[in-house]
């Protein structure tokens, strides 16, 4: 009886390192299918849900990119960090820091503040998730305490800091004691790009931090010694490459892009600070960054997926009566099947027939 | 006519890119000392591997005693009398000897175990404390160990993989003492080196492998080096040229350099005086894990705790520097570590350039510079072209290209630099006889064009070779230099056990 045997491979594979992602998708989409003929929905109108409803119209298209916006640009700063061997699990916190910084400014407007505020809106937006970030680069470049406890407790720190402002200091006099901010003045609005679309200009940040992340890591000295770091410690100790300064570079910038992200919901499609700002995006974003590749034009792609399984999810709920966390389970096979797939990328499945050898 | 102990038939062994074993055959008797000699990457590891189990292979038959054998692991190896002490130990650093015995053995108390070691200890004349810690032992001490835990099993075989690479001269010839006196009581060894002088000194019979064929079958003692040397690799090795030299000011000094270890199982530097001149090659001989790696770590600047003015380059104290700025300075380093120090595995040959090169690197205040992709991929090629090197192109990772060829790449980009002090650890280890040839000649045409050279090899023999002077580490501690014309092999041992003081003062005027 022949067997399946699993063979490494001795150089890993281009083809399925592009494959395997597509590869992965589309054994989320089976599991999808099952699960959803095992609720007792209909499986066609599962995947329509999911898969169809987000690009059908030219206003279901802008929510896709709403929703990809922070994503990406959390993704990009997580792939920095992930590429150097930093493991920053903590992108959720630094992007709630970002959204109090901004929030802190634009509390500050009044209705005859010019538009220029939007851009002091979203720098202390960046600031406050380097700040945030910079803790757990300094506890580790200090204390060598371990980053990825670090940045993820700090989560939960940032929660809290959020539910103080917003149950405190921040809380609307004439909000009928809710625990949120005023509403935001109109000039603090994110530009948006297009009429009658929630599309804002976030989204060009996003596609110049493609451009950005794509130049530091494949044509700068920089991001070649950042990704050495990450690659093979002993070659960068080597080569003279700085271990501190790359751990304050990854931590930063994921930090800043976090914050950036974060600036740019809170100051954008929410307009006011509520203890429902934390949406998961800083963890999403962590399956955006692997499932594109780490790479940056890769994690375009997956994060307009991620994105659609937001939605197709909020969509799942309000039409086919299922629970919302249904976006959860999606992107966990997504993950899980990716893991699974990459298998292929350094192995190749061969079948032998048993009985060689004797 | 005797049953042959061990006869294999047949043998082939093929990986997804490389046949390690064709048809590979061979006649062990009881009694024989066996030897296995090639080059590296000639497949007698895969082959050992196959006899003891740990390997299956795609063809053949392995006969014992007569009988066919199929064995499926080096349990079932054990139990049916083959015994194996690998070249890289299987100790627990933390744990005893007798600790590290135990494990092995079934069904036996740590007191007979540490009793019957005693006992094999004392009868083949194996100097060992069973109650000792594995950590604190010497690595020919660990040896030792290896060797007495395959003998408790009273092995009708035993192989042993280049078991000479980590020992002192005097600890060889101790060595085959106890292995005449085995092969004297029946028992059979499969003996796997380079060394032609060792073979020809030990061992009966010899197969010879090349590329995973066997390319002779032989009585060493009736051959010549070169005729040894023709059958491993198809021809005489090249002589390298080796002209006076010309030693010129001193390039590098280090002075009074004592450092702590910062592992647990390294080693203290103690009092470390050493320096080299421009047009000399210097040479550091020593066991392994006798503080090489702490002092390269030290002097290439991986390892920046030295104290102050204790390294200098020139005039310049460089003890605080960086391996970058030191390289700025004209220090280039060829590190042991291949994969993982030397090169990225993961990242192409021209990528790899980066780690030390800048030529292809503009603006550098902008983000550490712009990369020049096609200026660095050119430059990859000409060292391809120029070293000889065989590899896809400049955009093959590094980990595809064989150890050997992916050493000589390395090499080639440091000398490519043109460095003022060229420090080079293991530049020839598990290379190829070609290829270590061409690294050597084309050290010594560095040293030619006034380079300082600094070797750190446990390669006795390649040091004879290419040194102009010498000093040995023992313990961290660093000999006096001795020109290479007053060294010979029997006291650079005995000073790589640390005995250089018992020598007479006047001999230590280099140092």
């Known amino acids: 009886m022949p067997k399946l045997k699993l063979e490494a491979r001795s150089q890993p594979s281009q083809m399925w390192s592009y494959a395997s992602p597509l590869l992965a998708l589309a054994c989320t989409v089976a599991i999808g299918v099952l699960l959803f003929a095992l609720l007792g929905k209909d499986p066609v109108k599962g995947l329509q849900v999911f898969f169809w409803e987000p690009v059908k119209t030219g206003y279901a298209v802008g929510e896709l990119v709403v929703k990809a916006t922070p994503l990406l640009l959390i993704a990009l700063g997580l792939a920095v960090s992930f590429r150097s061997n930093v493991w920053n699990i903590g992108a959720e916190g630094q992007y709630i820091l970002g959204a109090i910084g901004a929030s802190g400014v634009a509390l500050m407007a009044n209705p005859a503040t010019g538009s220029w505020i939007v851009v002091p809106v979203l720098l202390a937006g960046v600031l406050a998730g380097l700040f945030w970030a910079g803790l757990t680069a300094f506890l580790r470049d200090r204390f060598n305490a371990n980053e990825i406890l670090v940045s993820l407790m700090l989560v939960y720190v940032a929660v809290q800091v959020l539910n103080f402002m917003v149950f405190g200091p921040w809380k609307d006099p004439h909000g009928y004691n809710f625990p949120q901010t005023k509403t935001f003045e109109v000039v603090t609005r994110i530009p948006r790009l297009f009429a009658g679309s929630r599309v804002s200009i976030g989204i060009i940040f996003a596609l110049v931090g493609v451009v950005l992340v794509w130049v530091f890591f494949f044509r700068t000295r920089s991001g070649f010694a950042q990704q050495v770091g990450g690659l093979a410690p002993a070659a960068s100790r080597y080569a003279g490459f700085s271990s501190r300064r790359a751990l304050w570079t990854a931590l930063l910038i994921s930090g800043g892009l976090a914050g950036l992200a974060g600036a740019l919901e809170v100051a954008g499609p929410i307009g006011q600070l509520t203890p429902y700002v934390p949406a998961g995006y800083g963890f999403a974003a962590i399956i955006v960054a692997y499932v594109g590749r780490l790479h940056p034009v890769g994690m375009v792609f997956s994060a307009l997926l991620m994105s659609m399984f937001y939605i197709g999810g909020e969509l799942a709920q309000s039409r086919l009566g299922l629970p919302k966390s249904l976006t959860g389970v999606f992107q966990g096979l997504l993950l899980f099947s990716l893991l699974a797939c990459d298998m292929l990328v350094n192995y190749r499945l061969r079948w032998i027939a048993l009985g060689v050898g004797k | ?511």
């Open chain 2, 1 to 511: 006519m005797t049953t042959p102990r061990l006869e294999l038939k047949g043998i082939t062994k093929a990986f997804p890119d490389v046949v390690a074993n064709s048809d590979v055959s061979l006649t062990v008797m009881p009694g024989e000392t066996h030897a296995v000699l090639g080059e590296n990457g000639a497949g007698k590891s895969t082959l050992m591997k196959v006899i003891y189990g740990s390997l299956m292979p795609d063809a053949g038959q392995i006969l014992l005693n007569g009988q066919v054998m199929r064995i499926r692991n080096p349990k079932e190896a054990r139990a049916n009398g083959i015994g194996m002490v690998f070249q890289h130990f299987n100790l627990f650093d933390t744990m005893t000897v007798a600790e590290n015995v135990w494990l092995g053995l079934a069904r036996t108390s740590l007191e007979q175990v540490t009793a019957s070691i005693v006992a094999k200890a004392t009868e083949y004349g194996l100097d060992i404390d069973p109650r000792r810690a594995v950590h604190t032992l010497s690595v020919g001490e660990r040896q030792r160990v290896e060797i007495i835990r395959a003998l408790l099993t009273r092995p009708e075989l035993l192989i042993l993989d280049e078991p000479t690479s980590v020992l002192t001269p005097q600890a060889v010839e101790k060595l085959f003492l106890v292995l005449r006196k085995l092969a004297s009581e029946g028992c059979s060894i499969l003996y796997i080196s380079h060394k032609l002088h060792e073979i020809r000194e030990l061992c009966t019979a010899c197969t010879v492998l090349r590329a995973g064929k066997v390319t002779g079958v032989c009585n060493p003692k009736e051959e010549s080096n070169a005729s040894l040397s023709r059958m491993m690799i198809g021809a005489e090795p090249p002589l390298l040229e080796h002209h006076e030299c010309q030693a010129g000011s001193t390039t590098m000094v280090v002075r009074n350099l004592s450092l702590e270890r910062d592992d647990q199982f390294g080693v203290d530097l103690q009092e470390i005086n050493l320096s080299v001149c421009a047009g000399e090659i210097v040479g550091i001989a020593g066991v392994s894990g006798n503080g090489q790696k702490e002092l390269l770590y030290a002097l290439s600047g991986e390892d920046t705790r030295s104290p102050h003015g204790s390294i200098r380059i020139g005039e310049v104290d460089v003890s605080a520097l960086d391996p970058g700025e030191r390289r700025r300075m004209g220090l280039h380093f060829v590190p042991e570590e291949r994969l993982g120090r030397g090169a990225v595995p993961t990242l192409s040959l021209a990528q790899n350039l980066l780690l030390t090169r800048t030529e292809s690197i503009s603006i550098p205040r902008c983000a550490g510079g712009w990369i020049r992709v096609k200026a660095l991929a050119n430059h990859a090629e000409r060292l391809i072209d120029r070293f000889h090197i065989k590899a896809g192109g400049p955009n093959s990772v590094a980990r595809s290209l064989s150890g050997g060829n992916l050493q000589k790449y390395i090499v080639a980009r440091e000398i490519d630099a043109n460095p003022k002090l060229l420090i080079v650890s293991q530049p020839t280890w598990g290379v190829d006889v070609g290829a270590a040839a061409q690294i050597r000649g084309e050290i010594l045409r560095l040293r030619d064009e006034g380079c300082a050279v600094l070797v750190v090899s446990e390669e006795l023999d390649e040091l004879f070779e290419v040194c102009d002077r010498m000093y040995v580490i023992a313990r961290g501690k660093l000999s006096p230099s001795i020109p290479i014309a007053e060294a010979t092999v029997e006291k650079i041992g005995e000073w790589m056990s640390g005995l250089w003081d018992r020598s007479v003062p006047g001999e230590a005027r280099h140092a």
